[in-house]
T-cell receptor, first 115, second 113 residues
Framework: DAGVIQSPRHEVTEMGQEVTLRCKPISGHNSLFWYRQTMMRGLELLIYFNNNVPIDDSGMPEDRFSAKMPNASFSTLKIQPSEPRDSAVYFC?????????????FGPGTRLTVL | AQSVTQLGSHVSVSEGALVLLRCNYSSSVPPYLFWYVQYPNQGLQLLLKYTSAATLVKGINGFEAEFKKSETSFHLTKPSAHMSDAAEYFCAVSDRTGNQFYFGTGTSLTVIP
């Protein structure tokens, strides 16, 4: 089975540009999480969805960040406009709500560099 | 509300020595507990989990963890460290719904040859 798929794996952009990160959760999973990882702040939960509905976006740093999940197999995290402090590794994870004891399954991450 | 505390952001052990990574949790209800490993430039990978069955849980790569309710701990151990164990390790706690999932700040394990 394919795991969580994220694209792109690496993104280098200039300050002010729009960035879109993509995630395909594991088939059958109905809960999706977006995390950001930096050396300074560690692993931070940005937002999560249950059954395609955003449940908690309190971790989204500011209005420049937005996330969508138009269907069960696709989610995007958008940063507009991007800033150098957004440079980080962004992870997507998924799980099955009914199987909360299975933990979350992580994608390989997108390494974002904003110049 | 749940939370986890990992004691020691960096741990160094010699190859062949015991690995002990500490995790304490806080939860108002019986939690699910997890250990994840992150190798350089990779995502997090589940090592093992506790879901209220046996209190001693065995995971991949020879790791195990013991759930101790009286100590609210879920420490990760491995009898003999390998060079390939060098990585970042995260403890995590979840409620029974899976909606509340909290990661610790991570422990970086260095294995000295």
């Amino acid at each position: 089975d394919a795991g969580v798929i994220q694209s792109p794996r690496h993104e280098v952009t200039e300050m002010g540009q729009e960035v879109t990160l993509r995630c395909k959760p594991i088939s059958g999973h109905n809960s999706l999480f977006w995390y950001r990882q930096t050396m300074m702040r560690g692993l931070e939960l940005l937002i999560y969805f249950n059954n395609n509905v955003p449940i908690d976006d309190s971790g989204m740093p500011e209005d420049r960040f937005s996330a969508k999940m138009p269907n069960a197999s696709f989610s995007t995290l958008k940063i507009q406009p991007s800033e150098p402090r957004d440079s980080a590794v962004y992870f997507c994870a998924s799980t099955q709500l009914a199987g909360a004891n299975n933990g979350q399954f992580f994608g390989p991450g997108t390494r974002l560099t904003v110049l | 509300a749940q939370s986890v505390t990992q004691l020691g952001s960096h741990v160094s052990v010699s190859e062949g020595a015991l690995v002990l990574l500490r995790c304490n949790y806080s939860s108002s209800v019986p939690p699910y507990l997890f250990w994840y490993v992150q190798y350089p430039n990779q995502g997090l990978q589940l090592l093992l989990k506790y879901t209220s069955a046996a209190t001693l849980v065995k995971g991949i790569n020879g790791f195990e963890a013991e759930f101790k309710k009286s100590e609210t701990s879920f420490h990760l151990t491995k009898p003999s460290a390998h060079m390939s164990d060098a990585a970042e390790y995260f403890c995590a706690v979840s409620d029974r719904t899976g909606n509340q999932f909290y990661f610790g700040t991570g422990t970086s394990l260095t294995v000295i040859p």
